[in-house]
T-cell receptor, first 115, second 114 residues
């Protein structure tokens, strides 16, 4: 496929459980971004990767959130001990390079519901 | 804090009419982008306008940028029912580390009535 893909598309989990969200960027894109979209909160930047490196993790909401990227391709966002306030749509995007002028291509998102 | 703020929050028009959405931001930028989102998923990039540009066109879309007022507008001409979606403006952080980081507004929800 030519676009950014994310899995799962929907995830329902119980409070306290860990979840792992996956993002497959467009082939050849060195930059990868994670955002979160909560009802009434708009889109919130979480973290970005340049290759496999995440130089700035300050956007992650808490230390329960972590992300990694391997092989310059797939990325996983892990949320430990999920809380109800983690319920949101998690969006991944990729771009050719990390640049303010580089168009970001978004995946369809993972809708996470914590019960 | 939100960098981009769109208005109106919601807009309802008849098919064939033009739709105008506005975005205001607070700090200096390198560029401003507009995205569309259908049904709460899948953001689609529409257009990017650089800080040294004043107007840009793409099909039925026209974007203006006024850096002195820190505002942008998105005009959709001859709207269609398929244009029904939420529209977001996104700005970069301007300069320094993290300038790539996009900050989105809360969006304008456009409804085009057939």
């Amino acid at each position: 496929g030519a676009g950014v893909s994310q899995s799962p598309s929907n995830k329902v989990t119980e409070k306290g459980k860990d979840v792992e969200l996956r993002c497959d960027p467009i082939s050849g894109h060195t930059a990868l971004y994670w955002y979160r979209q909560s009802l009434g909160q708009g889109l919130e930047f979480l973290i970005y990767f340049q290759g496999n490196s995440a130089p700035d993790k300050s956007g992650l909401p808490s230390d329960r959130f972590s992300a990694e990227r391997t092989g310059g391709s797939v990325s996983t966002l892990t949320i430990q001990r999920t809380q109800q306030e983690d319920s949101a749509v998690y969006l991944c995007a990729s771009s050719l390079v990390v640049s303010a002028y580089s168009e970001q291509y978004f995946g369809p998102g993972t809708r996470l519901t914590v019960t | 804090s939100q960098q981009g703020e769109e208005d109106p929050q919601a807009l309802s028009i008849q098919e064939g009419e033009n739709a105008t959405m506005n975005c205001s931001y607070k700090t200096s930028i390198n560029n401003l982008q507009w995205y569309r989102q259908n049904s709460g998923r899948g953001l689609v990039h529409l257009i990017l306008i650089r800080s040294n540009e004043r107007e840009k066109h793409s099909g039925r879309l026209r974007v203006t940028l006024d850096t002195s007022k820190k505002s942008s507008s998105l005009l959709i001409t001859a709207s269609r029912a398929a244009d029904t979606a939420s529209y977001f403006c996104a700005t970069d952080a301007g300069s320094g580390a993290g300038s790539y980081q996009l900050t989105f507004g809360k969006g304008t929800k456009l409804s085009v009535i057939p």
